[in-house]
């Protein structure tokens, strides 16, 4: 697994660069189509949690400010256009997102790989953290552990997936 973490590229791109928003506007496009395949399952968006599937590569891969971009826009187009996240559940999601961009951008800048370990790392680590910031925002724990154990599929098809994404498709 290693030997493909040392083959991608991985980027930090500004604020000033139009790629940045050209590849957040890609990712935020994936970030609105695979939610919409995942809710034509029972509880997909739950199970499979597809709003940070696209922000987690974006980071990893792009950096910070791509990443940044696609986990603020993504859940807010989604809202607008088909009201799914809710209006009340955007700023819990929002903040997983940034969580998710942040944690995910430090681990690639770090590694400058991208292995599975730190892409489960990264995973857990933004779960975690913001199941703590959902359970003191809305006091509820049961809330705050939905993604646990509900979304443990979705996590493991970021961790999963991901590493596949960023060692098999987008290697250069």
Known sequence: MDNNAASISLYSLGWREMRTYLFALLF??????????????????????PIYFFTLIAAYKYGLRVGLLTAVLSPLVNSVLFGMPAAAVLPIITIKGVLLAGAASWMASRSKGASLLALIGVVLG????????????????????????LGWPGMALQAIGGWLVLNHLLRK
Do not use: R
């Not at 935020?28 to 949690?49: E, K, T």
């Not at 779960?127 to 154990?149: F, H, N, P, Y």
């Open 28 to 49: 935020i496009a994936g970030n609105i189509v695979l939610p919409q395949l995942c809710h034509l399952i029972p509880q997909g968006g739950l199970m499979l949690l």
């Open 126 to 149: 933004y779960q975690l953290v913001g199941g703590l910031i959902e359970w003191a925002m809305t006091g509820s724990l049961a809330s705050a552990l939905q993604d646990w154990k």
